[in-house]
């Protein structure tokens, strides 16, 4: 079965570090890029940060970059989120998701096509 | 960046009903586009991508439409379990833009 299950949410002071896991089985994780997306207390889904499948391409949403970093394990299936410096605007469900490629009509096309349940990570003081 | 406008933000419709929920780019964006369902407590389900492509396994009551700016998620007819909140996404492109969502309620 193909599965992503997140860990490493909690409850953080301001200014302070959480690093969250997400471990992937049931499909080749080198073979796809990943993603995590967070939603916010009755807000929507924001997307956060993305990386490629071996690490040559790493993109980060304004909201985040230069305090958050992305990376992953390929030996362990395993893919993380190092959050720094958080804001209580920080608080949301984190999911880790996988990106998927298509080709239609001759272009390339990404989706997330496999999600995790999500962990959640509380900013307050 | 590129917004990603989603209409309407909420609605109420009955089993059966045919909902269209719309999605607008702030510029052109071909046809990098997906569309996800949401429900409380769940990971998002992919339900189109490349604007009209049916992920395997959604039902075929799901479709979707359009090109350039204006897009479109069609449920033909509205099951009990479709009840969610729905994203379109900007893909490919970054910052892969979320819309706002819309909430399908019972009416």
């Known amino acids: 079965e193909v599965q992503l299950v997140e860990s490493g949410g909690g409850l953080v002071k301001p200014g302070g570090s959480l690093r969250l896991s997400c471990a992937a089985s049931?499909?080749?994780?080198?073979?796809?890029?990943m993603s995590w997306v967070r939603q916010a207390p009755g807000k929507g889904l924001e997307w956060v940060s993305t990386?490629?499948?071996?690490?040559?391409?790493?993109y980060y949403a304004d909201s985040v970059k230069g305090r958050f970093t992305i990376s992953r394990d390929n030996a362990k299936n395993s893919l993380y989120l190092q959050m720094n410096s958080l804001r209580a605007e920080d608080t949301a469900v984190y999911h880790c998701?996988?990106?998927?490629?298509?080709?239609?009509?001759?272009?390339?096309?990404?989706?997330?096509?496999?999600w995790g349940q999500g962990t959640t990570v509380t900013v307050s003081s | 960046d590129i917004q990603m406008t989603q209409s309407p933000s909420s609605l109420s419709a009955s089993v059966g009903d045919r909902v269209i929920i719309t999605c607008r780019a702030s510029?052109?964006?071909?046809?990098?586009l997906n569309w996800y369902q949401h429900k409380p407590g769940k990971a998002p389900k992919l339900l189109i991508f490349?604007?009209?492509s049916l992920q395997s396994g959604v039902p075929s009551r799901f479709s979707g439409s359009g090109s350039g700016t204006d897009f479109t998620l069609t449920i033909s007819s509205l099951q009990p379990e479709d009840f969610a909140t729905y994203y379109c996404?900007?893909?490919?492109?970054?910052?892969?833009?979320f819309g706002g969502g819309t909430k399908v309620e019972i009416k």
């Open positions: 490349a604007a009209s």
């Open positions: 996404q900007l893909s490919y492109i970054t910052p892969q833009t």
């Open positions: 510029q052109s964006i071909s046809t990098y």
């Open positions: 998701a996988r990106e998927t490629e298509w080709i239609e009509y001759s272009m390339y096309y990404y989706g997330m096509d496999v």
């Open positions: 990386i490629s499948s071996t690490s040559s391409h790493i």
């Open positions: 049931g499909f080749t994780f080198t073979s796809n890029g």
